[in-house]
């Protein structure tokens, strides 16, 4: 089963940014079955997908982020990249890594988990 590893969340102003790291112990694949993708969970909320990307690229952002988070990805080391920006205090959660080779969307039926890493934004 992959291993995910996630890392770069902590506490910020609102306004400010973070970039999320999310690194595979596989290779992440290129076909548009394979989807990485970032999903956070808020204390005392469920789960919600907040990105995802396809192993071709098409990318899939809730509406709540859309416009301030951009996915990338660096097939050679693995990675995948959360870049956040303009962050609120409602952005305050886990952020979670997953990955999954058959479809892509923003629900949350995924394989593999990471151990999540905290962003707190503070007003």
């Known amino acids: 089963k992959v291993q995910l590893a996630e890392s770069g969340g902590g506490s910020v102003l609102a306004g400010g940014s973070l970039r999320l790291s999310c690194v595979s112990s596989?290779?992440?694949?290129?076909?548009?079955?394979?989807?990485m993708g970032w999903f956070r969970q808020a204390p005392g909320k469920e789960r919600e997908a907040v990105a995802t990307?396809?192993?071709?690229?098409?990318?899939y952002y809730a509406d709540s982020v859309k416009g301030r988070f951009t996915l990338s990805r660096n097939d050679a080391e693995r990675t995948l990249y959360l870049q956040m920006d303009s962050l609120k205090p409602e952005d305050t959660a886990m952020y979670y890594c997953?990955?999954?080779?058959?479809?892509?969307?923003?629900?949350?039926?995924?394989?593999?988990w990471g151990q999540g890493t905290q962003v707190t934004v503070s007003s």
């Open positions: 997953a990955v999954r080779r058959w479809g892509c969307y923003l629900d949350l039926e995924y394989d593999s």
């Open positions: 596989e290779p992440t694949g290129t076909g548009d079955a394979y989807c």
């Open positions: 990307m396809r192993g071709g690229g098409t990318q």
